[in-house]
């Protein structure tokens, strides 16, 4: 609070906007949003696929990798690049960095935590779904620290997470040619990384449809999660005390109206 006295005796009392989140509350709408999330990329996981390479989905994911390891093997090390876009050391060194970027430029807490909290969400919903869901890669591939599991692409989702998340804080005041251009490079960034994991044969198509959709959704909702966490009271006040004479433009009795004291003119007649 900064305090400024008032040539009237009084004073004037500010306090400015907060740019802070509590963090209690922000806990708990991550929880919430990664709890919801979790059951609702399960339940469509099961629904599509089957560990052993079953479900409804299957056909339509064998007739795109027959095509894409008949036609597109030659893209390979393009492919391998575009996924290091995913991988966990990128994703995790350009959270903290963009978060660290946008403070700098804001101090809006909210803003500047949501690229982080995108992917936090989403690294937790892709990892729980893999363990339940359960579904092997294509060809059995044994990649990364959960080796066979396949159903979401963590790059995918990890990519399109951090994209969404980002573009969502910076979008904020910039012109309409700018966040077009923005969102037509998030859209790309997430088409490359999700087609280099298949033609690399690491993930289904299904695989990598769902990650995307997980990482919009965790970067949605970590907006929300840190909306809901912002404090009660955002707006600038000012309180204003002054002394009742001066209120009033009155001032003492024999006084002048300012409240200073000034001598009287003698009597007539005395």
């Keep these: 609070m900064v305090g400024r006295f008032r040539p ?10 907060t740019h802070h989140v509590r963090f209690g509350a922000l806990l708990a709408g991550l929880g919430v949003a990664i709890v919801l999330l979790t059951a609702c990329t399960v339940t469509i996981g099961r629904l599509l ?23 597109l093997t030659a893209w390979h090390p ?32 909210p803003r500047a935590l949501l690229p982080l909290a995108s992917v936090v969400i989403a690294a937790a919903v892709g990892t729980i779904t893999k363990i339940l869901v359960a579904r092997v ?75 995307a959709g997980v990482g919009a959704a965790s970067a949605l909702a970590a907006r929300w999660a840190l909306q809901r966490a912002k404090p009660t009271s955002t707006a600038e006040t000012a309180t204003i005390s002054v002394e009742p004479c001066a209120a009033a433009n009155l001032g003492p009795p024999g ?16």
Excluded: M
Excluded at 8 to 17: E, K, L, W
Excluded at 55 to 63: E, L, N, R
Excluded at 146 to 175: C, D, K, M, N, Q
Excluded at 202 to 211: E, K, L, N, Q, R
């Design 8 to 17: 009237d005796g009084g004073s004037v009392n500010r306090t400015g906007a």
């Design 49 to 71: 696929v089957t560990p052993v390479g079953g479900g409804i989905a299957q056909p339509f994911d064998d007739a795109i990798r027959s095509w894409t390891q008949t036609h």
């Design 78 to 109: 393009i492919a391998e690049a575009l996924a290091t876009i995913g991988s966990t050391l990128v994703i995790a060194a350009l959270s903290v960095a963009l978060t660290a970027y946008l403070w700098r430029r804001t101090h809006d807490a």
């Design 137 to 211: 890669r294509p060809g059995g591939a044994e990649v990364g620290l959960l080796e066979v599991y396949s159903f979401p692409s963590g790059h995918t989702e990890a990519a399109a997470a951090l994209a969404i998340g980002t573009y969502l804080a910076w979008r904020t005041g910039r012109t309409l040619y700018a966040t077009r251009f923005a969102a037509a490079a998030v859209v790309i960034t997430i088409v490359a990384v999700a087609v280099a994991r298949v033609v690399l044969d690491v993930h289904w198509t299904t695989d990598v449809i769902a990650g």
């Design 255 to 270: 006084g002048s109206p300012d409240g200073s004291s000034r001598p009287t003119a003698p009597s007539i007649g005395t």
